[in-house]
């Protein structure tokens, strides 16, 4: 029996509403700040969790959100909010910057700076180093992302190219920094987390990741109830991911033809055991005629290919944040997709290539013709993606 999509949906749905970052900025906020809790607080808000995490702080004497989206909801009392560009910085993110700039320079040794920081921030907020121009910055940062680096190259060339990432912004400031981090790199590396504004390692300044990359994952896999996980966090490139999460299943048990793309083929007989669960950040090569997708659609149409025309199975890649690539021009942003063993052969009956569509990484151009995107709007936290195969 393969995957029931209402079942998994509303796993996701729960476990997005479990972590939710208000309660978690607020479990954790005095044990952070320590006695800087006292002092007169400017607030800075960095992120697609800005929102939620300045909720679960609460009032500010002055405060800035950035964030990708408004949910409309409100915020409290000396919080502004801001909405900048993702996954690409632009006019809006140059804006941030300044009044990022602003607030922070204008806090004095007797004020505090909390700074609360999530996936998201590194593009919604910039201002570029001295002698290098939103233009450079952009095409620099954008032929790396087409390269298919890993967040941590990304985000270490997003810190040479900018005044306020890897701890710049806090320099500029004569109050002390605490910065609570809301993780959406692997290994919770706070420099690295939305490239590290306020993690320049001052003396007297407090910093810690208050809910791991891993907290979605470890929350979904207890509300789903039957999955087993798959080691991770899986990284490399979706290609290698797909690979794994199949072999994964297979190794207990299953009627399945694997490895497609190498023409290798076998089947493992007995009776198939359990669903694999991972978990990760996989990273895609962009060729230079792209189409539009992010890279929870082109895994999920990776798994596809791998499970066609075999045993019935289906599988589903989630973006956490509920916003999976750049927007497409035409219809609302999907967060991932759901595929079946079906799904190859129902995308080349629709008129649509698969293999090319793959090749030019229009996943999800192929998914969306037969109705196997997942659109959840932005969820408001980003702990990466997760995948489920069953």
Not at 163 to 183: C, N, W
Request: aromatic share 4%.
């Amino acid at each position: 029996m393969s995957l029931d999509r209402v079942a998994c949906l509303e796993a996701f749905r729960r476990a997005v509403e479990l972590c939710d970052p208000e309660r978690l900025v607020a479990g954790a906020k005095a044990g952070v700040l320590g006695g800087l809790i006292d002092r007169p607080q400017y607030g800075l808000a960095l992120g697609k969790a800005a929102l939620k995490m300045a909720r679960g702080f609460g009032p500010v004497a002055r405060g800035v959100i950035v964030t990708n989206a408004d949910d409309g909801l409100g915020v409290p009392d000396g919080w502004h909010v801001m909405i900048g560009a993702h996954p690409e910085p632009d006019a809006r993110s140059l804006a941030a910057g300044e009044a990022v700039i602003d607030l922070i320079a204008g806090a004095t040794s007797a004020d505090a700076v909390v700074a609360l920081i999530s996936g998201g921030a590194s593009s919604l907020v910039e201002w570029p180093a001295p002698g290098v121009t939103l233009d450079e910055l952009r095409a620099r940062v954008a032929a790396c992302m087409a390269s298919g680096a890993d967040i941590h190259a990304l985000n270490q060339l997003r810190r040479e190219l900018s005044a306020i990432k890897g701890g710049k912004l806090a320099r500029l400031s004569e109050a002390h920094v605490a910065t609570l981090a809301i993780s959406d790199v692997y290994d919770d590396d706070l420099a690295t987390i939305g490239s590290g504004p306020t993690i320049g390692h001052r003396l007297g300044d407090r910093a810690s990741v208050i809910a791991p990359m891993r907290l979605f994952v470890d929350t979904l896999e207890a509300e789903l109830g039957d999955f087993d996980r798959v080691a991770g966090p899986l990284r490399g490139s979706v290609e290698q991911v797909a690979g794994e999460l199949i072999e994964a299943w297979n190794r207990h048990g299953g009627e399945l033809r694997m490895s497609h793309r190498h023409a290798r083929a076998f089947t493992m007989r007995g009776p198939r055991r359990g669903r694999r669960l991972g978990w990760g950040e996989p990273t895609v090569a962009l060729p230079e005629d792209h189409g539009e997708g992010g890279r929870a659609q082109q895994l999920a149409l990776e798994l596809a290919r791998e499970l066609s025309g075999t045993w019935p199975a289906s599988a589903m890649v989630v973006g956490s944040d509920g916003i999976d690539g750049p927007a497409p021009a035409h219809r609302p942003s999907p967060a991932g997709a759901f595929i079946e063993h079906t799904t190859w052969d129902a995308i080349a009956a629709a008129g649509i290539d698969p293999e090319r569509a793959l090749a030019r990484c229009d996943a999800g151009t192929a998914l969306d013709a037969i109705g196997a995107l997942i659109v959840t709007g932005p969820t408001g936290i980003n702990f990466g993606d997760v995948m489920l195969v069953g």
